[in-house]
């Protein structure tokens, strides 16, 4: 078959994609969806030896009758199954080196992901400085937002009436009535 530095890169190159997409995901089984990703990623769809609904058949043909996932060993045959289809000049072991050297390293790309925007217009609406009324409560000096705090008023169980300017004080008071008496 293969070397064994081959089979880690191409085990590694299985995990990540198997747990994309994925927060439960252990990195053991590949779902349908992750292993169509890792044909197109990686190149082994061309358009017009390999297809998606190759692809998708040759999943459907290697995994268990009941399963929703294929395994590595299953991931291993899946590929025996496209290589010869995808490099059709080359004999059957040349085909599925050429496959593995498609797939080995490779991880999910995220294309599509929306990029931060940097114009005058979006810099002018969440530039908090320029916060008026109480959309400025919100946020403190440094523009970092309060959370709730900024949002709701929060009751405050001193015994203290709302927005009294001597809140804290009364203890100061009574002390200092003593000592003059």
């Known amino acids: 078959m293969a070397e064994g530095a081959d089979m880690d890169e191409l085990l590694t190159s299985f995990k990540k994609f198997a747990i994309h997409g994925d927060t439960k995901a252990v990195g053991k089984e590949m779902n349908g969806k992750n292993w169509a990703k890792l044909c197109k990623d990686c190149k082994v769809i061309d358009g017009k030896n390999v297809t998606g609904t190759d692809v998708d058949i040759v999943f459907s043909k290697v995994k268990a009758k009941t399963s929703r996932v294929i395994t590595f060993e299953e991931f291993q045959k899946a590929l025996e199954e496209l290589a010869p289809k995808r490099f059709k000049g080359q004999s059957k072991e040349e085909a599925l ?85």
């Not at 797939?103 to 008026?132: F, H």
């Not at 946020?139 to 900024?150: I, L, V």
């Open 97 to 181: 080196q050429s496959i593995w050297k498609l797939i080995e390293g490779k991880e999910p790309s995220n294309a599509g992901v929306t990029k931060v925007t940097k114009t005058k217009a979006v810099d002018r609406l969440t530039d908090t400085s320029k916060y008026t009324g109480s959309h400025k409560e919100r946020f403190d000096e440094t523009g970092k937002g309060k959370g709730r705090g900024g949002r709701e008023e929060l009751v405050e169980n001193t015994g203290y009436v709302a927005a009294y300017k001597n809140a804290g004080t009364y203890e100061e008071k009574v002390k200092t009535k003593e000592k003059a008496q």
